[in-house]
């Protein structure tokens, strides 16, 4: 059992920043990666924004490049965004997304997703 809680939405002006943070909590053996989607208001599909693995390999949106920067504290099995100069466009649901081990005898990983945060950002 396993549920992503998610924390640090909130209002922020243009180039203001915010911090989100996502926690693991429950049973599992480990987790392989962790990241942040994001879903625009109006737009159906939810984007990839940063990932970052067990290996602590990160990937980035175009957009976010030099801007957002996501880590992980592993003793906490927590996943951080530190996004700085935001603009409107940023404005939009932040979901917190977790690959899980469950259990030492299953190899097989499994998809978690948090409940998501607002994040607005004033023009």
């Known amino acids: 059992q396993v549920q992503l809680v998610e924390s640090g939405g909130g209002l922020v002006q243009a180039g203001g920043s915010l911090r989100v943070s996502c926690k693991a909590n429950?049973?599992?053996?480990?987790?392989?990666?962790m990241g942040w989607y994001r879903q625009a208001p109006g737009k159906g599909n939810r984007v990839l924004v940063a990932?970052?693995?067990?290996?602590?390999?990160?990937n980035y949106e175009d957009s976010v490049k030099g801007r957002f920067t996501i880590s992980r504290d592993d003793a906490d099995n927590t996943v951080y965004l530190q996004m700085n100069g935001l603009n409107s466009e940023d404005t939009a649901v932040y979901y917190c997304y977790a690959q899980i081990r469950r259990s030492s005898w299953d190899s097989n990983t499994y998809s978690y997703w948090g409940q998501g945060t607002q994040v607005t950002v004033s023009s």
């Open positions: 990932a970052i693995t067990s290996e602590g390999d990160t």
């Open positions: 429950g049973s599992f053996f480990s987790i392989r990666g």
